[in-house]
């Protein structure tokens, strides 16, 4: 079974400009959240989508979007880019429903970087 | 609020060594999960274990084992016999009903470096 597929892997940006990630989850899973690492913050949640709707979200500010397709792909979205946003930027998948935990299974990441 | 803390920040120790990665947490959900991920340089976090608030259990894992106690609020994680391959961030997290279960909330890690 295929792992989680991040793309790309690294994104080199400048400030000002937008950027969009994308993961792709194990097959059948329908959970999809994602997290910032950055060496100053650690790993933070981000958001958390579930049947194309976000059903969690952390405490970060409007510029950081997210989306959900059909097929349990997932996007995030940055606009409007700081330097603060250089960071990796993981991607996990689940079979989680809500009514419990299940265990995340996290993709590479994609190391962004703002210049 | 949900906090988890990891006092290490970096422990070296030699190949074959055991070595104890300590991991606190802070919870006021009844129903909660407790993790440990490994991440090597590659990135990618890897799941090594999921422990829920009712099973105290300790587990054993080839060379790894857990501690879960609840009267300290502690989830320790121990290598036996460490070998160079355990070189790698370890992160401790936990996830609650309060805040949704699939949000982690990651302690800051522990570097572990296994030299030969």
């Known amino acids: 079974k295929a792992g989680v597929t991040q793309t790309p892997r690294y994104l080199i940006k400048t400030r000002g400009q937008q950027v969009t990630l994308s993961c792709s989850p194990i097959?059948?899973?329908?959970?999809v959240s994602w997290y910032q690492q950055t060496p100053g913050q650690g790993l933070q949640f981000l958001f958390e989508?579930?049947?194309?709707?976000?059903?969690n979200k952390g405490n970060f500010p409007g510029r950081f979007s997210g989306r959900q397709f059909s097929n349990s792909r997932s996007e995030m979205n940055v606009s409007t880019l700081e330097l603060g946003d250089s960071a990796l930027y993981l991607c996990?998948?689940?079979?989680?429903?809500?009514?419990?935990?299940?265990?995340?299974?996290f993709g590479s990441g994609t190391q962004l970087s703002v210049l | 609020a949900q906090k988890v803390t990891q006092a290490q920040t970096e422990i070296s120790v030699v190949e074959k060594e055991d070595v104890t990665l300590d991991c606190v947490y802070e919870?006021?959900?009844?129903?909660?999960?407790l993790f440990w991920y490994k991440q090597p340089p590659s990135g990618e976090l890897v799941f090594l274990i999921r422990?829920?608030?009712?099973?105290?259990q300790n587990e054993i894992s080839g060379r790894y084992s857990w501690n879960f106690q609840k009267s300290t609020s502690s989830f320790n994680f121990t290598i036996t016999a460490s070998q160079v391959v355990d070189s790698a961030v370890y992160f401790c997290?936990?996830?609650?009903?309060?805040?949704?279960?699939?949000?982690?909330?990651f302690g800051t890690g522990t570097r572990l470096l296994v030299s030969p």
């Open positions: 996990a998948s689940s079979l989680a429903t809500g009514a419990t935990n299940e265990k995340l299974f």
């Open positions: 097959s059948g899973h329908r959970s």
């Open positions: 989508y579930f049947s194309e709707t976000q059903r």
């Open positions: 919870t006021r959900d009844t129903t909660y999960y």
């Open positions: 422990r829920n608030s009712f099973d105290e």
């Open positions: 997290a936990l996830s609650g009903g309060y805040t949704g279960f699939q949000k982690l909330v």
